[in-house]
């Protein structure tokens, strides 16, 4: 073999390894996105991996290749250094946006997630232009993959939303939606990218998510915006609740209906809040149910019946969302998603704290008590044993108490409180409301 060609090879070698690094670093990212889609911060060593997986790609493509024979005193190609750090910042702020926006978040930030299906794409010019103007074939290789996995990302995200199938508006969710757009629906919808709005002379219909398809996006719509939930969401989040409960009463784990949910079990006499976002459940762990069996039994019902299963034992709740789960490699973008439909399941545990019996938690939620071991409990009679309340058509396990634990979680739970970020949603939906 000359010279030549063996330079070729190692250069080709070492282009292929950087794509690889690459792949790997996005994968850790998206990954990494499933924390703040689930109001926790990332776990450090989670976030330490993806960081090295960049640094390591980083390095691949502006060191030299010294290790397969090219020139020790090569000097570090500073332009490569600069333009993959720059591209790998810029394109993973963007792919988190979505993630991010689902706390309060800056106007920047609300305008990459509303366009995060394409958002990537933008960076497809200025990836054409730094390819051209290196020799450099790591960061050519690096560039090329990074686009390569945008195209595919909207290809999929626009393959997926084929098909969807149109709801008709309730007159409550049309006079909400009208009263958050101050009766001007076509500029509302353009302001805030409501491409699932639907607006004909005569009607406006609401071009409903499935099972298959991006979810609408709650965080936005509901929780910013203040309108009701999609007619289409309520539909999947009535047969999420019954599939869940279904599922832990045929594992004979004790469980309970729990916050918003609750909440409209019993203010709305059985009926979902106008405005919910997801699905609350809580469920009691003991010697014969543990985390371990509690995890397997969700996790290979949710493979089996197509339900996404995200287990987060250290921060002691589990996710279930209506979209299937898909294979591996495509499994953690639907953390990419801007949207999701699920129900957040609360991990309870006896314990005693200051000498009384409490079922405690990690996380905290309401007024709920400081226990001397540090998390958060309710008093145990409080909650049980369980009884049923009616809830979406049939009857759900509820604490036994549920106005003392209605109150302590809200308060005057009967008085509804606006919870919205935006001021503006939430005076207009109180208006409304009154």
Known sequence: MTGIEASTTTQGFAALLAAVFYVATY????????????WHPPRLLASLVTVSLAAITVALVSLP??????????????????????????????????A??????????????????????????PALLAGFATSNIKLQAVLATAMAIELTWFLRRRWAGRGLQLYPLSDHDLAVLNTQANGD??????????????????NVSWQGCG??????????????????????????????AHYITA?????????WLEGGSLLGAIRENGALLDWEDDIDISVLLDDDMTWETLAAGLAERGARDGYYVDLFEKEGF?????????????????????????ADIAIYRNAVSYGKKVLERRSYKGAMLDTESGGFGVPREMVL???????????FACPNQTTAYLHMLYGDFGEVEYTYVDKSAADARAEFDS
Request: charged share 20%; with cysteine.
């Open 65 to 98: 290749f010294a290790s397969f024979g090219q020139d020790l005193g090569q000097d570090l190609d500073l332009i490569s250094l600069a333009i993959s750090i720059s591209f790998i910042v810029v394109l993973f702020s963007t792919m988190a946006a979505p």
């Open 185 to 202: 629906l076509p500029a509302f919808q353009q302001r805030h990218g409501m491409h699932e709005l639907v607006l004909s002379k005569d």
């Open 318 to 342: 589990v996710s279930i969302s209506y979209d299937s789960p898909k294979r591996w490699p495509f499994r953690w973008e639907r953390n990419r998603l801007r949207g999701e439909i699920r």
């Open 100 to 125: 991010i926006a689902f706390k309060p978040a800056s106007r920047a930030v609300e305008f990459l997630a509303k366009h995060g299906d394409h958002a990537g794409l933008w960076l497809l010019g």
């Open 27 to 38: 994968l850790s990212f998206v990954n990494l996105l499933r924390y703040p889609r689930n």
């Open 247 to 255: 599922a832990l009463s045929e594992m004979s784990v004790v469980h």
């Open 211 to 240: 099972k298959n398809t991006s979810p609408c996006p709650f965080n936005l719509y509901v929780n910013r915006l203040g309108l009701n939930t999609a007619p289409c969401c309520r539909e999947h989040l009535h047969e999420l």
């Open 385 to 395: 044993p369980t009884t049923t309340v009616p809830f979406l058509g049939s009857t």
